[in-house]
């Protein structure tokens, strides 16, 4: 594969996985107008794990903490809540996977989610009470932002706008919908890199070893960037600027 096409790929995958804009939506644009083959499974693979190595690397210290403070039993409990959230998706995935693959995954699926997410993310912003903090999160908000995340199995639905809106009209603050969304991708995220891993078993082996350590490290850089400027961006500007974003990004879908 080209470097320009690892390159290019690479960086779109780092900087929209965080953002709630879709990276699907932006990969398979980019592909389209550059007239490019598919990347296939394996690079998709090593570009997530990329995004995955970023957001733990950034909240690292977040994370230790969370880890040394975890009690399922206790109330309040954010990494208990991290899990109870990841659940929903986790068993959504499984069972509906194959019905994904076969029958979503197409550039109208993918315009009508871009669409409908971006009109639902200015409304979360406006109508969102903005007053919850991450110490007030409960197991019942937990499960309620990981039924929300199930949305993302939706191509162009994007797993941070899906996971933020549902922060958002559970009254949290813009910035606390972001960071729970960040670090909910910890846990999803590993979900998904091991499950695709396991899909490509023995193609591992017949593919070149530099193009992926190459992928990864574009997108965790990428990445990176893109988590600390988003945190700050967010407090000034808020979420109304990405679902305005959304809704040209679907107009631009349906022309091209």
Known sequence: MELLQLTILSLVQGLTEFLPISSS??????SSFMHWPDQGLTIDIFAH????????????????????????FEKNNLG????LATVPIAIAGFIFKDFIEINL?????????????????IFSDKF????????????????????????????GSSRSAVTMIGALFLGYTKSNAAKFSFLLAVPTLSIVFFGELVSINQEIFKINYSELIYVASVSFLS??????????????VGFVPFGIYRIFLAGFILVF
């Open 128 to 155: 969102s009470s903005n007053q919850k903090d991450l110490s007030q999160i409960s197991l019942r908000d937990s499960l309620l932002i990981g039924f929300f995340q199930i949305f993302a199995l939706m191509p």
């Open 80 to 83: 208990a809540n991290l899990c």
């Open 49 to 72: 794990f990329g995004t995955l190595l970023a957001v733990i690397f950034y909240f690292r210290d977040d994370l230790i903490e969370i880890i040394k403070n975890f009690n399922f």
């Open 223 to 236: 990445a990176i960037c893109c988590i600390h400027f988003f945190l700050k961006l967010i407090e000034k």
């Open 25 to 30: 939506a932006h990969l398979i644009l980019v």
């Open 105 to 121: 995954r197409s550039e109208e699926v993918i315009f009508w989610s871009t669409l409908i997410f971006g009109i639902v993310l």
